[in-house]
């Protein structure tokens, strides 16, 4: 009987140092996934800090475009060289995409009633391969609605996904009015608005040859500035992401540009997506090569 109950206080005794084990492990292991937590939380931190700081370069450098070149708008200028890929910082790596946002036709557009804005609309679609009862649709939609800042809702509406996809390589939703920039446009945007895809060719080889288009260009082409184009713009997108470790942040951001009643240039984001919100028609961040 006694080796009995030496037996029976041995397995007490083995049976409480397990359940201690069990809850050191446990504590251990809270304690390792609160540490974790904890420094995925500072990367974090210092990743949407960085990429608030990309969007402050953008800024910088686009009020500083406004006040050297007003006139003008192309990817040959400063601004535009701040593109990032992969770029070397402690601990991890950063990266920017800035772009124009006006080379392609801003859908709130339709909402002034203005015949022209409709016409290129209808262009477009019919382009794109959109049906006559879904354009109709779209542009009840943005006149109710408006002015719309996505064109997301357009795929709930029955649209086609490569109708879709189509459609927002020409089609974008900014706020405010809006021209289109022909130094942003691309060659399918430039064919539809100049109605002539011969033109568009050689507009954008003119393009591609001198870093930009000017009015002259246009004259020796024998074509004339198409309604709701110029040259220059005023709303630009910039899309950032830092890594720091295993975390990773990204944003995007709508800025726009303009120049107040007492002549000072006013540059601010007018609306700011983060990580899986941003929106498709923000640029493609840009891939580092080799």
């Not at 937590?37 to 990429?51: K, S």
């Not at 022909?182 to 568009?200: S, T």
């Amino acid at each position: 009987m006694k080796r009995d109950e030496e037996g029976m206080i041995l397995v007490n005794v083995l049976m409480f140092v397990a359940i201690a084990a069990g809850l050191v492990v446990l504590m251990i292991n809270r304690e390792e996934l609160a540490l974790d937590r904890g420094l995925r939380t500072r990367e974090a931190a210092r990743a949407q800090a960085i990429v608030r700081g990309g969007e402050l370069s953008a800024l910088v450098a686009l009020r500083r475009d406004a006040e050297t070149a007003p006139d003008v708008d192309h990817v040959g200028e400063p601004w535009a060289k701040l593109s990032e890929a992969g770029a070397p910082i402690e601990g991890g790596s950063f990266d920017l995409a800035i772009a124009d946002a006006e080379g392609r036709f801003n859908i709130n557009a339709v909402r002034s009633g203005e015949v022209a804005s409709t016409i290129l609309f209808q262009s477009i679609g019919n382009e794109v391969g959109l049906k006559p009862e879904q354009m109709i649709a779209a542009v009840e939609y943005v006149r109710l609605h408006g002015p719309v800042t996505d064109l997301r809702p357009l795929r709930l509406a029955g649209v086609e996904p490569k109708v879709a996809d189509r459609l927002e390589q020409l089609v974008t939703a900014l706020p405010g009015k809006t021209t289109l920039n022909l130094n942003a446009a691309g060659q399918e945007m430039l064919a539809l608005l100049f109605r002539d895809p011969v033109v568009a060719q050689r507009l954008v080889a003119i393009r591609e040859r001198q870093g930009f288009l000017s009015a002259k260009d246009l004259t020796d082409q024998n074509v004339s500035l198409p309604w709701g184009t110029s040259f220059r713009s005023t709303t630009f997108w910039v899309r950032t992401r830092a890594t720091i470790g295993a975390t990773s942040q990204q944003a995007a951001t709508l800025i726009q540009r303009r120049r107040l009643p007492d002549g000072k240039i006013d540059v601010v984001p007018v609306e700011r997506w983060r990580n899986a919100a941003v929106p498709p028609g923000a640029p493609e961040l840009p891939v580092k090569k080799g």
